[in-house]
């Protein structure tokens, strides 16, 4: 019986020191995390600033990516190229973090490691795998709802990026501000919150935004519009939080939003209380934004018009971009650098010619096609005929590019020109008119006149009657304007109430629109040759501008 008494009491003494070296390894790691944790705290580069103007600041520790304030009230951290490092360094003493600390510290955290491994070597197998199991899903599941946000660097710059002089010029001040925001703050100059580039695909909106962020050497946040999406309600709008919150701590910092449409789209009818959820929390960051905070935001998209009407308003995304489909010159730049570092005796300017309606992507496609050809016939140099050769094997992978004929060129040209001629002559502005594509500039009126508005509509309807009375025919390519002018006809007569019977039929659309063509027909004839000289201009430039065209018929009359 003693026996069994004292076996017991042993077993109690083995488990009660059992539990004192438990509660000692616990110990020495709550003080070793203690020692060794970070306790200071992550700030902004405004806050550093108000610090630097307070003089309150004791020293600088250089750790890493970050610099450590030393002020009587605790120690902060602001990431590195968030300050002026020039100003900062030059008022107060700098140290740099030694390597022997380091060593010491994680010679530390090694024995204190290793007094946790033992305690744990006393605790029962099973229940040790059980537990390791539950955390290894709670892990993974935290993975799969929790991905991380990581500032990149680009090494893109404008030089990797040919043509779009225009879209340029647009981007140069925002780089400016982005690599001096000092000098803005001082002179109270606010600088849009948002820019949205807006553009078909292909032509090098996520290209783009990586220049401008190359170009200002900061921290670039790449997030697509469909990552926000996700089944449970409430995490898109966790993740955008996530976002603004990294960008704001790596100031001044771009966050590039790729088809932000999958995410902006317009609140209707067809209810989706996640990407609603999400689009709020997107809103609401934009207008948390403090003025210059040094945070950019690009989004792009190809569909502005599905856009929330709140995402487009003032004080969200300020400025709009639109990146249209190169034309004959930034055709023949963006050859001329996707040609650089292959050997290639090509005729740019031919090559540039029969490539109308390729986009910036398609055009890379292509000349990478090129060069497989020629390797494949056994040649190191790239010449036209390889183009020449691959030309439909890549139209037949992208059939929304465009690719004309000599005969179709010349009629997409008088189709064309005879819009920026009855523009021009109507005093209906527009930034370029060109082969492919036509930018009039959107009226930003509150109060148009019936006159403003069927004069847009004779622009529309232009190509279709000048080309039915030159060809005597009728072509496909006027599908698309058509459309646009029966839209607007319907607005003019049902919409804005212009019509001249309050109660209206669609008998008057038809009256209004033959009424239109009738004028227009007249016009075209007392234009007719300025029409030729305009066609003639587009053929060999491609593009014209409202002053070029006024220019050509300021000579004829």
Not at 141 to 166: C, H, L, M, W, Y
Not at 216 to 239: D, E, T
Not at 479 to 507: G, P, T
């Amino acid at each position: 019986m003693a026996t069994v008494r004292h076996f017991k009491r042993r077993l109690l003494a083995q488990k009660n020191l059992k539990i004192i070296i438990g509660l000692l390894a616990v110990l020495l790691l709550l003080v070793g995390f203690a020692l060794l944790r970070d306790s200071a705290k992550l700030i902004t580069h405004k806050q550093a600033n108000a610090l630097y103007k307070k003089d309150v600041i004791e020293k600088l520790v250089i750790d890493g990516d970050y610099v450590r304030l030393v002020t009587p009230q605790g120690v902060y951290k602001v990431y590195k190229d968030a300050i002026n490092k020039n100003a900062f360094f030059s008022k107060y003493p700098v140290e740099v973090k030694g390597s022997n600390e380091d060593f010491y510290n994680i010679l530390t955290l090694l024995l204190l490691l290793g007094a946790f491994a033992y305690m744990f070597r006393f605790i029962d197998k099973s229940r040790q795998q059980q537990l390791e199991r539950i955390e290894a899903v709670q892990e993974g599941s935290a993975k799969e709802q929790n991905s991380p946000i990581r500032p990149i660097t680009s090494t893109v710059t404008f030089k990797d990026v040919a043509g779009i002089k225009d879209v340029k010029e647009e981007l140069e001040e925002i780089i400016d501000f982005l690599r001096e925001p000092q000098k803005y703050r001082e002179l109270d100059i606010r600088l849009p919150k948002g820019v949205l580039l807006v553009g078909p695909p292909g032509v090098g909106k996520t290209l783009i935004s990586k220049a401008v962020a190359g170009e200002a050497g900061v921290p670039f946040f790449y997030q697509s519009g469909a990552s926000f999406v996700h089944i449970y309600v409430g995490m898109g709008a966790k993740r955008v939080s996530e976002l603004f919150q990294k960008a704001k701590q790596h100031a001044p910092s771009i966050i590039f939003i790729d088809e932000i449409d999958a995410v902006g789209k317009s609140r209707g009818e067809f209810r989706n209380d996640e990407r609603e959820a999400t689009l709020n929390q997107l809103l609401t960051e934009m207008d948390g934004f403090e003025e210059s905070s040094g945070v950019i935001v690009i989004g792009a998209t190809n569909k502005i018009d599905v856009l929330d009407e709140a995402l487009l308003r003032a004080g969200r995304f300020d400025r709009r971009i639109h990146i249209s489909l190169p034309d004959l010159e930034d055709r023949r730049k963006t050859l001329e650098l996707y040609l650089a570092h292959k050997p290639h005796n090509v005729d740019i300017d031919a090559i540039a010619r029969m490539t109308v309606g390729f986009n910036s992507a398609a055009l890379d496609t292509l000349t990478n096609e090129a060069a497989i050809h020629a390797m494949r016939e056994g040649r190191s140099v790239v010449e036209t005929a390889d183009f020449e050769a691959v030309k439909e094997k890549v139209l037949l992978g992208k059939r929304k590019i465009m690719s004309f004929t000599e005969e179709e060129r010349k009629i997409q040209a008088f189709y064309q020109g005879a819009k920026a001629v009855v523009a021009t002559w109507l005093d209906v502005e527009f930034e370029k008119i060109g082969i492919v594509n036509t930018r009039l500039i959107m009226q930003e009126h509150e109060i148009l006149s019936r006159s403003t508005l069927l004069n847009r509509i004779k622009v529309y309807l232009a190509g279709s009657v000048a080309t039915q009375m030159h060809y005597n025919e009728q072509f496909t390519n006027a599908s698309e304007d058509i459309l646009h002018a029966k839209e607007l006809i319907r607005k003019v007569i049902y919409e804005y109430a212009m019509s001249e019977n309050f109660v209206v039929s669609s008998v008057e659309e038809e009256v209004l629109m033959k009424e239109s063509v009738a004028e227009l027909k007249a016009l075209l004839k007392r234009l007719d040759g300025a029409l030729a000289q305009v066609s003639d201009y587009l053929l060999t430039h491609e593009n014209i501008t409202h002053e070029e065209c006024r220019k050509i018929l300021l000579e004829i009359f």
